[in-house]
């Protein structure tokens, strides 16, 4: 157990609907990451938020949103879902200050939450 | 063409069979490399990590960094059933903002008893 924890486990939805999903970081951790993983793409990384504010943006769609509150809980939502957004969607969590690795450490490994499996119908 | 490259699998292999898993790169700043494993159903989570070139070893698990061709490579000798997962090659940036992963796309490894 990695101590991140991510709700749902499973969601099915139609096509044009919304979802939010939610991750809540292991305790101490102040940065996390959410990824997509589908069967074509491999594990893409989709944004990263830190202490509450947005650090990066990888291959997010505009219909597609995150937020990190003042808990360090994050949410993701997806909105306007398409059957080509079915995927596994991970969160991670790490320590992470900036300049994570001009140290060489490995303090700032990322834990992977066990993922949420959308499927939209 | 993608940042990182992983060879296909899937791999089937009896055990106690030496396995070899390989990845490729482009970017000339990755520093970090690490080996994710995944099995079905479950988050990744890390099994080695290198930072720049090199080799490290932890018990039956071989990583190999090569910086000068890009390449990558995970090791895993007296290879056992419960090594059947699928491997993840990551890398990220030095001194970057953040430490986001650049992944493969994994390698379904089956270890055959």
């Known amino acids: 157990d990695s101590g991140v924890t991510q709700t749902p486990k499973h969601l099915i939805t139609a096509t044009g609907q919304r979802v939010t999903l939610r991750c809540s970081p292991r305790s101490g951790d102040l940065s996390v990451y959410w990824y997509q993983q589908s069967l074509d793409q491999g594990l893409q990384f989709l944004i990263q938020y830190y202490n509450g504010e947005e650090r990066a943006k990888g291959n997010i769609l505009e219909r597609f949103s995150a937020q990190q509150f003042p808990d360090l809980h994050s949410e993701l939502n997806l909105s306007s879902l398409e059957l080509g957004d079915s995927a596994l969607y991970f969160c991670a969590s790490s320590t992470s200050p900036e300049g994570a690795w001009t140290s060489g450490d490995l303090s700032y490994e990322q834990y992977f939450g066990p993922g949420t499996r959308l499927t939209v119908t | 063409q993608k940042e990182v490259e992983q060879d296909p699998g899937p791999l089937s292999v009896p055990e106690g069979a030496i396995v070899s898993l390989n990845c490729t790169y482009s970017n000339s700043a990755f520093q970090y490399f690490m080996w994710y494993r995944q099995y079905s159903r479950k988050g990744p989570e890390l099994l080695m990590y290198?930072?720049?070139?090199g080799n490290k070893e932890d018990g039956r698990f071989t990583a190999q960094v090569d910086k000068s061709s890009k390449y990558i490579s995970l090791f895993i000798r007296d290879s056992q059933p419960s090594d059947s997962a699928t491997y993840l090659c990551a890398m990220s940036e030095i001194g970057s903002a953040t430490n986001k992963l650049i992944f493969g796309t994994g390698t379904l490894l089956a270890v055959q008893p």
């Open positions: 290198t930072y720049s070139s």
